[in-house]
Protein backbone atom coordinates (compact mmCIF):
# COMPACT_ATOMS: atom_id res chain seq x y z
CA UNK A 1 0.00 0.00 0.00
CA UNK A 2 0.99 3.52 -0.10
CA UNK A 3 1.95 5.87 2.17
CA UNK A 4 3.02 4.89 5.82
CA UNK A 5 1.73 1.50 7.36
CA UNK A 6 2.87 -0.86 9.76
CA UNK A 7 0.90 -4.02 8.97
CA UNK A 8 -0.45 -5.02 5.66
CA UNK A 9 -2.74 -8.20 5.60
CA UNK A 10 -4.02 -10.00 2.32
CA UNK A 11 -6.14 -12.54 2.64
CA UNK A 12 -7.71 -14.52 0.03
CA UNK A 13 -8.14 -18.36 -0.48
CA UNK A 14 -6.12 -20.77 -1.86
CA UNK A 15 -4.88 -19.71 -5.27
CA UNK A 16 -6.01 -16.29 -4.38
CA UNK A 17 -2.78 -14.47 -5.15
CA UNK A 18 -1.53 -13.66 -1.91
CA UNK A 19 2.31 -14.93 -1.93
CA UNK A 20 3.65 -13.46 -5.11
CA UNK A 21 2.78 -9.81 -3.99
CA UNK A 22 4.27 -10.28 -0.88
CA UNK A 23 7.62 -12.13 -2.43
CA UNK A 24 7.84 -9.07 -4.72
CA UNK A 25 7.35 -6.65 -1.86
CA UNK A 26 10.94 -8.58 -0.29
CA UNK A 27 12.52 -7.47 -3.90
CA UNK A 28 11.84 -4.22 -2.91
CA UNK A 29 12.58 -3.96 0.66
CA UNK A 30 16.11 -5.71 0.42
CA UNK A 31 18.34 -2.69 -1.11
CA UNK A 32 17.17 -0.26 1.51
CA UNK A 33 16.36 -3.36 4.63
CA UNK A 34 19.13 -5.20 5.78
CA UNK A 35 16.84 -7.45 7.86
CA UNK A 36 14.29 -9.60 6.84
CA UNK A 37 12.10 -11.87 8.29
CA UNK A 38 10.56 -14.68 6.98
CA UNK A 39 8.11 -16.14 9.49
CA UNK A 40 5.66 -19.03 8.81
CA UNK A 41 4.38 -22.36 10.42
CA UNK A 42 7.29 -24.40 10.11
CA UNK A 43 10.50 -24.84 8.26
CA UNK A 44 8.97 -26.65 5.43
CA UNK A 45 6.60 -24.01 4.64
CA UNK A 46 9.12 -20.82 4.86
CA UNK A 47 11.19 -23.32 2.15
CA UNK A 48 8.16 -24.39 -0.16
CA UNK A 49 6.34 -21.65 -0.45
CA UNK A 50 7.87 -18.28 0.91
CA UNK A 51 11.48 -19.04 -1.00
CA UNK A 52 11.06 -21.68 -3.40
CA UNK A 53 7.51 -22.01 -4.00
CA UNK A 54 6.35 -21.40 -7.84
CA UNK A 55 5.35 -17.10 -6.47
CA UNK A 56 8.05 -17.25 -3.97
CA UNK A 57 11.14 -15.08 -3.64
CA UNK A 58 13.64 -16.76 -6.02
CA UNK A 59 10.83 -16.86 -9.03
CA UNK A 60 9.90 -13.95 -8.43
CA UNK A 61 13.28 -12.29 -8.22
CA UNK A 62 14.41 -10.20 -11.49
CA UNK A 63 16.36 -12.06 -13.71
CA UNK A 64 19.11 -9.55 -13.01
CA UNK A 65 19.54 -10.44 -9.42
CA UNK A 66 18.18 -14.13 -9.56
CA UNK A 67 21.82 -15.86 -9.51
CA UNK A 68 23.49 -13.58 -7.24
CA UNK A 69 21.16 -14.64 -4.40
CA UNK A 70 22.95 -16.90 -1.99
CA UNK A 71 20.29 -19.39 -0.67
CA UNK A 72 21.57 -21.17 2.19
CA UNK A 73 19.44 -23.87 2.32
CA UNK A 74 20.63 -25.76 5.64
CA UNK A 75 19.72 -22.27 7.59
CA UNK A 76 17.15 -21.21 5.16
CA UNK A 77 18.59 -17.94 4.57
CA UNK A 78 18.92 -15.48 1.64
CA UNK A 79 21.36 -12.81 1.13
CA UNK A 80 20.89 -10.48 -1.76
CA UNK A 81 23.38 -9.03 -3.14
CA UNK A 82 23.73 -5.68 -1.59
CA UNK A 83 24.51 -8.26 1.73
CA UNK A 84 20.94 -7.55 3.32
CA UNK A 85 19.23 -10.60 4.72
CA UNK A 86 16.11 -12.39 5.05
CA UNK A 87 15.90 -14.86 8.00
CA UNK A 88 13.50 -17.90 8.47
CA UNK A 89 11.66 -17.79 11.67
CA UNK A 90 8.96 -20.34 12.60
CA UNK A 91 5.90 -20.00 14.87
CA UNK A 92 6.57 -23.71 16.30
CA UNK A 93 9.18 -21.55 18.62
CA UNK A 94 6.01 -19.27 20.04
CA UNK A 95 7.13 -16.68 22.24
CA UNK A 96 10.93 -17.44 21.04
CA UNK A 97 10.61 -17.42 17.50
CA UNK A 98 12.70 -14.28 17.44
CA UNK A 99 14.37 -13.65 20.52
CA UNK A 100 17.63 -11.68 20.11
CA UNK A 101 16.37 -11.06 17.07
CA UNK A 102 16.03 -7.49 15.41
CA UNK A 103 14.11 -6.79 11.78
CA UNK A 104 13.13 -3.32 9.45
CA UNK A 105 10.28 -5.58 7.57
CA UNK A 106 9.22 -8.95 8.25
CA UNK A 107 6.65 -11.35 6.27
CA UNK A 108 4.52 -13.66 7.86
CA UNK A 109 2.62 -16.27 5.92
CA UNK A 110 -0.33 -18.45 6.71
CA UNK A 111 -0.79 -17.14 10.73
CA UNK A 112 -3.70 -19.21 10.12
CA UNK A 113 -1.92 -22.61 10.97
CA UNK A 114 0.28 -21.54 13.11
CA UNK A 115 0.62 -23.24 16.67
CA UNK A 116 0.89 -20.26 19.70
CA UNK A 117 0.11 -18.06 16.64
CA UNK A 118 -0.44 -15.14 19.45
CA UNK A 119 2.95 -16.07 21.44
CA UNK A 120 4.69 -16.26 18.22
CA UNK A 121 3.40 -13.00 16.94
CA UNK A 122 2.92 -10.70 19.56
CA UNK A 123 6.32 -11.95 21.38
CA UNK A 124 8.10 -13.23 18.48
CA UNK A 125 7.87 -11.32 15.39
CA UNK A 126 6.40 -7.99 16.84
CA UNK A 127 8.66 -7.39 19.32
CA UNK A 128 11.69 -8.20 17.03
CA UNK A 129 10.31 -5.19 14.25
CA UNK A 130 12.14 -2.76 15.43
CA UNK A 131 14.52 -1.52 13.34
CA UNK A 132 14.48 1.79 10.96
CA UNK A 133 12.06 4.51 11.22
CA UNK A 134 8.91 1.82 10.00
CA UNK A 135 8.77 -1.62 10.48
CA UNK A 136 6.72 -3.08 8.38
CA UNK A 137 5.05 -6.61 8.34
CA UNK A 138 3.09 -7.79 5.33
CA UNK A 139 1.00 -10.68 6.74
CA UNK A 140 -0.76 -13.17 4.20
CA UNK A 141 -3.36 -15.92 4.94
CA UNK A 142 -6.41 -17.75 3.77
CA UNK A 143 -9.44 -15.97 5.98
CA UNK A 144 -10.62 -18.90 8.21
CA UNK A 145 -11.69 -16.36 10.88
CA UNK A 146 -14.06 -19.01 12.05
CA UNK A 147 -10.73 -21.31 13.72
CA UNK A 148 -8.45 -18.47 14.33
CA UNK A 149 -9.76 -16.05 16.43
CA UNK A 150 -6.15 -14.79 16.71
CA UNK A 151 -6.56 -13.96 13.16
CA UNK A 152 -9.93 -12.31 13.73
CA UNK A 153 -7.73 -10.08 16.63
CA UNK A 154 -5.49 -9.08 14.35
CA UNK A 155 -7.71 -7.88 11.27
CA UNK A 156 -10.70 -6.26 13.75
CA UNK A 157 -9.23 -5.67 17.23
CA UNK A 158 -9.39 -7.90 20.37
CA UNK A 159 -12.93 -8.32 21.58
CA UNK A 160 -13.87 -6.24 24.95
CA UNK A 161 -14.59 -8.92 27.47
CA UNK A 162 -17.11 -7.32 28.87
CA UNK A 163 -19.36 -6.48 25.45
CA UNK A 164 -17.89 -8.83 23.35
CA UNK A 165 -17.20 -6.02 20.80
CA UNK A 166 -14.36 -5.33 19.01
CA UNK A 167 -12.85 -1.77 18.57
CA UNK A 168 -12.90 -1.51 14.23
CA UNK A 169 -12.31 1.67 12.35
CA UNK A 170 -12.73 2.73 9.16
Not at 8 to 31: C, F, M, S, V, Y
Not at 124 to 129: C, F, R
Request: charge should be positive; aromatic fraction near 8%; proline fraction near 9%.
Amino acid sequence: PSGPWHINIRLAGRGGGKTRPAAQDIHEWWPDNPAIALMAKDDAMVRDVMIEGESGILACAPPWVRDRIAYDKSKIRLTFPNGAQAFKLTAEAGADAARGRQFYKGWAEEVVAWPHARDAWNEGLMNAMRLGPNPQVNVTSTPLLRVAPFLADLCYGQKDPNTGTRPVSM
